[in-house]
T-cell receptor, first 112, second 117 residues
Framework: GNSVTQMEGPVTLSEEAFLTINCTYT??????LFWYVQYPGEGLQLLLK?????DKGSNKGFEATYRKETTSFHLEKGSVQVSDSAVYFC???????????FGKGTTLSVSS | GAVVSQHPSWVICKSGTSVKIECRSL??????MFWYRQFPKQSLMLMAT?????????EQGVEKDKFLINHASLTLSTLTVTSAHPEDSSFYIC?????????????FGAGSRLTVL
């Protein structure tokens, strides 16, 4: 079945450091891929998405490229801020509008 | 964008009691809502798909008699945990499918934390 694997956290960085959170997936067909972020005490928010191979999703300085050949959707940011501290979830859906399958989440902690 | 509200945000109950959690889509009529369960430091696990006006579709391994879902209107879905036990303690999150006009993106509520004593 479909699944998502994320790198284990927590990830601890200093402000302005480069961030990579790895995400790989297993799916039949051509899923849509998502990154969601959960800030402390808040609900999940969509950070970015990509719906087909080689698409790059981007938002708030974060980027992720849908790589079908490596079945990956790694999240990157060139310079993290303290306000980026949150839990990040990689997810996929095999049909538009259907339920998402999530990875376990990666906690990011950024210190000044 | 669509706003999804859950209530209560935190509930503590005694073992054996039933607890109802509401999920409201405040500015979007949602024919489909999804209920997830999140354990500490773990991923969100889909429990069921709630369909307005019809029975919910439960994922394998989820007890439908324990987790009653009612989607009586386009803006409200409820999850009732019946005869709750400590192992039901968890974070329950609902999400709304905004449909084609919303690029079929799911919007999530802030979650409801259930603690069963």
């Amino acid at each position: 079945g479909n699944s998502v694997t994320q790198m284990e956290g927590p990830v601890t960085l200093s402000e302005e450091a480069f961030l990579t959170i790895n995400c790989t997936y297993t799916a039949t067909g051509y899923p849509s891929l998502f990154w969601y972020v959960q800030y402390p005490g808040e609900g999940l928010q969509l950070l970015l998405k990509a719906t087909k191979a080689d698409d790059k999703g981007s938002n708030k300085g974060f980027e992720a490229t849908y790589r079908k050949e490596t079945t990956s959707f790694h999240l990157e940011k060139g310079s993290v801020q303290v306000s980026d501290s949150a839990v990040y979830f990689c997810a996929l859906s095999d049909q538009a509008g259907t339920a998402l399958i999530f990875g376990k989440g990666t906690t990011l902690s950024v210190s000044s | 964008g669509a706003v999804v509200s859950q209530h209560p945000s935190w509930v503590i109950c005694k073992s054996g009691t039933s607890v109802k959690i509401e999920c409201r889509s405040l500015d979007f009529q949602a024919t489909t809502m999804f209920w997830y369960r999140q354990f500490p430091k773990q991923s969100l696990m889909l429990m069921a798909t709630s369909n307005e006006g019809s029975k919910a579709t439960y994922e394998q391994g989820v007890e439908k008699d324990k987790f009653l879902i009612n989607h009586a209107s386009l803006t409200l879905s409820t999850l009732t945990v019946t005869s709750a036990h400590p192992e039901d303690s968890s974070f329950y999150i609902c999400s709304v499918n905004r449909g084609p006009s919303g690029a079929n993106v799911l919007t999530f509520g802030a979650g409801s934390r259930l603690t069963v004593l």
